[in-house]
Every structure is written in C-alpha cells, then in structure tokens.
C-alpha cells in the first residue's frame, strides 16, 4: 500500500512539474488557485450531499425484517434480533465509518501542519458527535453536520492557498491513515452500539417527547 501511494504520488508530482515549468509565472498562480479552487468545491459539494444523510438517526432504509417469514415465535423473533443486529450494528456503524474515512481524506489534504492523529481525532469527534445529536434531534445534528465541516473549510483558507508539495506530502501518508484508522472503526461501532441501546430503553419505556417527534417525522 505504502509503495502505491508514493508511487502515485511521485506520478503526479512529476506531471505537475512538467505542467507548470512549461508555463509563466501568471499561469502558474492561475492553475494553482484553479486547483485550489477545485479541491475547496468538491469538499463543499461531499459536506452538502451527504450531511443530511449523516445527521439522520436512521441512515438505512433497508428493512431487513421483510426477509423474516418465520412463523414460529421464538424463532421469529430471535431471526428478528439477529437482522436488527446486522442492520444497525453492523451495517450502519461501517456506513458511518465511510462518511468519517471520506470526511477525514479531505481533512488530510485542506489542512496544514496538523499530524495524521490530530485529523484523525478531530474527524471521529465531530462524527460521533454529529451522530450522538441526531439520536437527540435530527434538526440539531443536520446543522452540526453542514456548519462544522464548513467552519473548517473556513480555517483551512485563512491557512494559505493551494500547496502542491504539501498534497503530495498528505498523499505520502495514506497508508498512515488507513494503518491508524481502524481503531476509530471500533469507537464507531461502540457509539452506535451504546446510542442504539439507549434508543431501544426509551422506545420500551415510551421516554420519547410524542410532540418532538411527530414534528420531525413531519420534517423528514
């Protein structure tokens, strides 16, 4: 993996400095604030596609329980249990962990000077804390989702234009990522384990605001 990615990365160093040496220093400022440009639009486009998405207490509409044809009880409701595990605890939390993945590749490239653990940290405490609010209120975590990401696409300007090298350098250090990032994978899946819990007491001990509630189904 680590060759690949540096393989890659000296690739497209070396097409880069072909591109730009051929060019005047105009063209040259004009493709990097292109290239810049282009990097901050595809952030801003991933952040506006899927935060709704995250920010929903319930990402997938699988309904796997419409595979659950047993008559029997017990086993009816055991195969039930076993496809609500697979749904939401399984599936989900590694749903989510691709949106993190996602989120903190982009991180990985916008930010300048911060350690592969820093963004890293900063990516799975937004996440987790996206999805512990949405368990909360959807309509609280859909605006965590889009304005914080934003705020550092903010910060991540105020830090200087497009750095070739220094996407070069981030590219270097992906196999880093995916070598660390496995941890935060299990972290995932015990938030949306312990949030889903908590979910199931409320249901059963009807704790949920009827109000609050009927008012997000109205919003969904």
Do not use: C
Not at 137 to 142: F, T
Not at 168 to 174: C, G, R, V
Request: net charge negative; proline share 2%; hydrophobic share 60%.
């Amino acid at each position: 993996m680590e060759w690949v990615a540096t393989g890659f990365a000296n690739l497209l160093e070396e097409f880069y400095l072909g591109i730009t040496q051929i060019l005047p220093s105009w063209a040259q400022t004009f493709l990097n604030l292109f290239l810049w440009s282009l990097l901050l639009v595809i952030y801003a486009i991933f952040i506006w596609k899927f935060y709704r998405w995250i920010a929903r207490k319930d990402i997938l509409k699988l309904n796997l329980s419409k595979f659950n044809s047993l008559d029997h009880a017990v086993f009816a409701k055991v195969f039930g249990m076993l496809i609500y595990f697979i749904e939401y605890l399984v599936i989900l939390p590694i749903v989510v962990f691709l949106w993190f993945g996602g989120f903190t590749l982009f991180l990985m490239f916008l930010t300048n000077g911060l350690a592969i653990e820093s963004i890293l940290v900063i990516s799975v405490t937004i996440v987790a804390a996206i999805r512990m609010t949405a368990y909360y209120k959807e309509d609280l975590a859909r605006e965590l989702a889009k304005l914080i990401p934003l705020t550092l696409l903010t910060v991540t300007i105020s830090q200087g234009l497009f750095n070739f090298n220094k996407i070069i350098e981030q590219i270097q250090l992906i196999p880093t990522f995916f070598s660390d990032i496995w941890s935060y994978l299990i972290f995932i899946i015990l938030i949306e384990f312990i949030l889903r819990i908590l979910d199931i007491i409320f249901v059963a001990f009807d704790l949920y605001n009827e109000e609050e509630v009927k008012t997000e189904d109205t919003i969904k």
